[in-house]
């Protein structure tokens, strides 16, 4: 392990909601939750006001109702939430070549890969400068952990939280492993975590007294080893830009075509299970689930769906796969079937479980609203996903703030004005229409002249 905390791990402070709150000045202070609106919804990011009330992100959204039923519901942006995402990648790009992306707002960065930091103190100024070009280039805190590793650096960003910095300095990271929660290592999900709680083993410092034997035997070799070896906090994990392997998968070709859809369904999981394997050895997670399907008459399928960060659980693979197969055509009959995983990492994030309760990024841009079953919605009313954005004709941008009976409820306001009044219309009102969403910073009069006479200089006289 290297002796310096040159190591950064990024996480931007309750995304989603903060981004939502920086679009949104009269929900700025305030309980926010967006996520599925959906009947299967789930919380995919709620901000800090609303935990107050105990939501957080993975809950199912009727107990998020029922627990905070003030809350401003909000249907994900996710087009702006990865052009933010965006910005702050470059942002950690210019800092190192190696940056390890593990989801739209959290990354690790190898500083000393990069020349930017060598020691302590160069790496406590990179991480403070960093956070300031953020709330520059975006509007939006994010909070930085430095260490010497990896699961280090991602604890010390925990800590920080929210919009702060914590340096872990070499030399004390046992000390302050020691009592955490084992939950806190990567690698232990809920399951791993409940198989560990039953044999008595509760913190960092208890599952190091197991020793390594113990470990093996309660969680077999790999995941044994892997975990004694980060109970010592060594971890040795280098951070990688891009992945050799790009996926991994198992496929099976049938010697008779099946056509029994539960058959097929069995199978799919079977199949699912063995790719975790082959995942799990390879101690790797990944993002995007791919289901492969070859028909009787020789056309091969694939299906995709990607996740909010990498996973290796085995009940989420299984899930997404099932989802997949829904959406294939077997009356035939199959040949082949195949389960593969690619954008893959050597980290899993721990609250992935909720997608396996649904958090999906397709799904979750297209929910409709929730809505009594009286109240069915049309075509129209879907038109409008509340906080996404409007414009009207007389009275300019605006979001909604919900629909339903024919009507939409809209809040004229945009990033840089006052809290905005609200109007209602019908939902076939002539007049309004749905609009981009506008920029969380405006551009600086300097950045916006260079950017015009670069434009006039290439087409100009
Ligand atoms: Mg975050």
């Known amino acids: 392990m290297r002796s310096s905390p040159t190591i950064l791990h990024l996480d931007m402070d309750a995304f ?3 981004v939502e709150q920086a679009s949104k000045p009269s929900l700025r202070g305030k309980a926010v939750i967006v996520g599925g609106l959906g009947p299967r919804g789930v919380v995919a990011t709620a901000s800090y006001e609303a935990r107050v009330f105990g939501v957080h992100s993975a809950m199912p959204m009727a107990q998020a109702r029922r627990l905070a039923p003030n809350a401003a519901y909000l249907v994900p942006r996710f087009a702006l939430y990865r052009s933010i995402s965006e910005q ?3 942002l950690l790009r210019d800092l190192s070549p190696l940056v390890e992306p593990l989801s739209l707002d959290e990354a690790f960065v190898d500083l000393e890969a990069g020349g930017t930091a060598w020691d302590e103190r160069s790496a406590r100024l990179a991480g403070a400068k960093l956070r300031a070009d953020i709330r520059a280039v975006t509007g939006l805190t994010g909070s930085v952990g430095l260490a010497a590793s990896k699961m280090l650096a991602k604890i010390a960003s925990e800590q920080a939280k929210p919009d702060g910095l914590v340096l872990i300095e070499p030399g004390t990271e046992r000390a302050l492993l020691g009592p955490l929660p084992v939950r806190t290592l990567p690698g232990v999900g809920p399951a791993t975590g409940d198989h560990l709680r039953r044999a008595g083993i509760h913190t960092v410092d208890e599952l190091a007294e197991a020793g390594e034997d113990e470990l093996v035997r309660l969680l077999g070799k790999a995941h044994g080893h892997a975990l004694y070896a980060m109970a010592l906090a060594r971890d ?3 951070v990688v830009a891009e992945r050799e392997t790009k996926s991994v998968s198992v496929e099976d070709t049938y010697d008779v075509d099946i056509h029994d859809r ?3 369904g069995a199978e799919v999981q079977r199949l699912a299970d063995r790719c975790v394997r082959r995942l799990r050895g390879a101690g790797l997670s990944g993002r995007t689930i791919v289901l492969k399907v070859r028909r009787y008459d020789f056309s ?3 299906r995709s769906e990607t996740l909010r960060g990498p996973t290796d659980d085995p009940a989420v693979i299984r899930e997404a796969a099932a989802r997949l197969l829904e959406s294939v055509d077997t009356t035939g009959g199959v040949r082949l079937l195949g389960v593969g995983v690619s954008g893959l990492a050597d980290y899993t994030q721990e609250d992935l479980f909720a997608q396996a309760a649904g ?12 809505a009594p079953a009286e109240e069915r919605q049309t075509a129209t009313e879907r038109r409008w996903p509340a906080g996404h954005d409007v414009r009207h004709a007389a009275y300019g941008h605006g979001w909604v703030q919900g629909s339903g009976l024919g009507r939409v409820t809209v809040r004229f306001e945009t990033p840089g004005s006052e809290p905005g009044r609200v109007r209602t219309f019908r939902i076939d009102d002539p007049d309004l229409e749905p609009a981009e969403p506008l920029p969380l910073v405006a551009r600086r009069p300097g950045a916006s002249e260079r950017a015009e006479a670069g434009g006039a200089g290439s087409a100009g006289p």
């Open 236 to 238: 040795e994990r280098p």
């Open 262 to 264: 539960v058959r097929v």
């Open 16 to 18: 989603f909601a903060t």
């Open 359 to 370: 958090v999906r990024e397709d799904a979750l841009g297209e929910e409709p609203e929730a």
């Open 88 to 90: 702050v990648m470059g």
């Open 300 to 302: 091969t399928l694939t």
